[in-house]
């Protein structure tokens, strides 16, 4: 009889024991949306008369954002505007359309809606595709 009492006893600390680690436990935090803007205002950004325009959020912090500015600046032409946002420089514009993440390439058109986006890392061929996907859809 003492032995179901004693393994009774240990059962009964060994459930309250794991409730009390249960209770204890934190979730990870939430991450951020990652959303990005449907939007832009051509008029806070360079060459708003271009009919593209190439934005890339941007840290000086973010060991891939130098290399997405790298393969940003080279779709500059006459037609395709492009502008690298490095967030101390322009944090107000990193506030006002809500870029919580870096790098974010946006492409936009002469409206200032943005017709295609990246967040993270993107290979230059992407870049190239996308922007020719974009202008050859709008016509």
Known sequence: MIRF??????????????LWQRKRHVDAPTQGTGEVPSQIDRADFARPDAPWLVLAFTS????????I????R??????????ILEY?????????????????VLMA????????????????????AALARVRDSVV
């Open 69 to 72: 500015e790298r393969k940003v």
């Open 88 to 104: 101390t420089a322009e944090r107000e514009l990193h506030s006002r359309y809500k870029i919580d993440a870096v790098p974010t």
């Open 74 to 83: 080279v779709l500059e032409t006459n037609s395709v505007a492009i502008q």
């Open 109 to 128: 058109d002469s409206s200032g809606v943005v017709q295609a986006n990246f967040l993270g890392p993107v290979s230059a061929t992407d870049l190239w």
């Open 5 to 18: 009492v004693i393994v009774g006893a240990v059962v009964v600390v060994a459930l309250l024991t794991n």
């Open 60 to 67: 000086a912090t973010c060991q891939t954002c130098s290399d």
